[in-house]
């Protein structure tokens, strides 16, 4: 791949046929500017992928930056906030600075903060995809900004990526309880869109028909509402004539509604969650685990790699998975 030349404001100013000072007083002070002349300069940044420079004490002597950003979700969530933490270790340790920005997991606030740090001049953007599109990214990418998707492969855009085993942990879940006698197992999730939960949802499905257990749609809950509360849709299953026995939760999050909406019944289904969370130990939780720190570092490393050779084939490292039973997943099923 061939790196092209980031353009520079004298390239806006001759693309708008205005002077460089016009361009930088754009940026700096808009309301100075003529307005027709202010839309020509940026529709001449726009063409040229010119970015104004707002981190330039980062810039080190060859021209590439000190700062990584990182997009992620909510921070709320201990998965995000963990691997976050795993990256800004293996930066730190390399002297790198890291900028996290949230979306809320929203598709318009993926492009939006994308667009902030990309203004910051950061070195490399790693990001966990939220839209269907990463293709915006391309253009940047040429320029020689290495990006990094983690959990999801970036789609539309060729990047690097960090994921899970996402399909061998549901696999073994689905499987270890069909070995403690359950048939009425239950997958839910949301969101279901996500590339994480589409990957789960096949290995479910797949051990379940290596067991002889057609017909799963009858036990699956696969919502895309973040409205919907976790545990108003697993009290729906659990009324329903021939409720499962058994109930696999797609996230963290959907496994604390979970054990919201068991926590008070004479005999509860078996639950296994995937992705660890504080306090399931003690709870017992039996979940499918992994690990979002290393899954971070690993991000980290490859980021690295790649600012310092951008070019070459694109790489997708896969992190396993393994069930740690502590109990609820163990439960027999009660006829």
């Known amino acids: 791949m061939t790196i092209q030349q980031r353009a520079t404001l004298d390239d806006v100013a001759r693309l708008a046929g205005v002077s460089a000072k016009t361009v930088s007083r754009v940026y700096s002070h808009r309301d100075q500017v003529a307005p ?4 020509r300069v940026l529709s001449a940044a726009k063409r040229l992928r010119f970015r104004p420079n707002t ?7 060859g021209g590439g930056s000190s700062t990584v950003g990182f997009i992620m979700g909510e921070m709320l969530n201990p998965f995000y906030s963990t691997v976050a933490a795993g990256i800004e270790r293996e930066l730190s340790e390399h ?6 920005a949230t979306t809320d997991d929203s598709v318009e606030g993926e492009e939006r903060v994308a667009d902030t740090l990309l203004a910051q001049r950061v070195g490399a953007l790693l990001l966990i995809p939220v839209g269907e599109d990463q293709s915006y990214l ?27 085993a996402n399909r061998q942990g549901a696999h073994a879940a689905t499987s270890a309880l069909v070995g403690h006698g359950h ?14 939960q589409s990957e789960r949802v096949a290995g479910y499905r797949a051990a379940l028909d ?5 017909g799963s749609e009858r036990c699956e809950r696969l919502l895309d509402d973040p409205a919907t509360p976790p545990d108003e849709v697993v009290r729906e299953l659990l009324t ?6 058994a109930i696999i939760a797609g996230n963290n999050r959907m496994c604390i509604g979970a054990l919201r909406a068991i926590r008070d019944l004479d005999d509860p289904p078996a639950l296994i969650g995937f992705d660890d969370f504080d306090t399931a130990d003690i709870l017992g939780v039996t979940v499918v685990g992994h690990d979002p720190l290393e899954m971070g570092r690993q991000a980290a490393r490859l980021t690295i790699e790649r600012m310092q050779q951008p070019t070459g084939f694109t790489v997708q490292l896969e992190l396993p998975t393994h069930l740690v039973p502590r109990g609820s997943g163990e439960r027999p099923p009660v006829t």
């Open 95 to 100: 002297g790198f600075t890291l900028i996290v």
């Open 55 to 61: 981190l330039a004490q980062n810039l080190r002597r």
């Open 240 to 245: 329903r004539p021939e409720p499962p026995t």
């Open 36 to 39: 027709d002349t202010a839309d």
């Open 138 to 164: 391309e253009g940047e990418r040429q320029l020689g900004t290495p990006v990094i998707a983690i959990d999801r492969p970036a789609r539309n855009l060729v990047a690097d990526s960090v994921v899970l």
């Open 210 to 214: 290596e067991a002889g257990l057609s």
């Open 183 to 196: 048939r009425r197992i239950a997958y839910v999730c949301n969101p279901a869109s996500a590339y994480t």
